[in-house]
C-alpha cells in the first residue's frame, strides 16, 4: 500500500478548505493489513471511507459542540476536517474490506486477495 501524500485545498475539502493528515498505523500480516486511523471529534455520521479503484480515501468531519453565545477564545486546530488518501497494492482485496469505528479511532481491515494468500504446496513422493 503506498501513501498519496499530496492534500492540498483543491482535493482536501468542500469550498477550497484545507485538511489536516490524521496519523495512521498500518499493520500487515500473512493475511492483509490492518489500518488504524486517530479522528479524534468525528462523529460516525461524518466519517466517510471511499474505495475508487485502486485508491482509499478516509475522509472526516470534526463537530465541536460550543454552547450557544459562547465562541472559542484559543484555537489550536484551525481545520474541521481530516483526509488521508493511500493506493492499495494489487494484493489487496477491496472488496472485503471490513471497517470499524470506535472512540475517535477508525480500524479496517483489508485482506489480502485470494492469489496473493499464502498457500502450501503439495510434494509428491516418486
Known amino acids: ?38 479522528l479524534p471529534g468525528v462523529p460516525r455520521e461524518r466519517l466517510d471511507i471511499q474505495i475508487e479503484s485502486d485508491t482509499l480515501t478516509i475522509a472526516g468531519e470534526v463537530v465541536l459542540d460550543i454552547p450557544e453565545g459562547m465562541e472559542a477564545s484559543h484555537v489550536e ?10 493506493t492499495l497494492s494489487k494484493e489487496l482485496d477491496p472488496n472485503r474490506v471490513n471497517a470499524e469505528f470506535a472512540h ?9 486477495a485470494e492469489h496473493a494468500q499464502p498457500r502450501k504446496v503439495e510434494i509428491k513422493v516418486m
Not at 104 to 112: A, D, F, S, T
Open 1 to 38: 500500500m503506498n501513501e498519496t501524500t499530496t492534500v492540498n485545498k483543491q482535493t482536501a475539502g468542500a469550498a477550497g478548505e484545507g485538511a489536516i493528515l490524521p496519523p495512521v498505523d498500518v499493520i500487515e500480516d500473512s493475511a492483509g493489513i490492518t489500518l488504524y486511523a486517530d
Open 77 to 86: 486546530v484551525g481545520l474541521p476536517r481530516y483526509r488521508r488518501v493511500f
Open 104 to 112: 475517535g479511532v477508525l480500524k479496517l481491515r483489508i485482506p489480502k
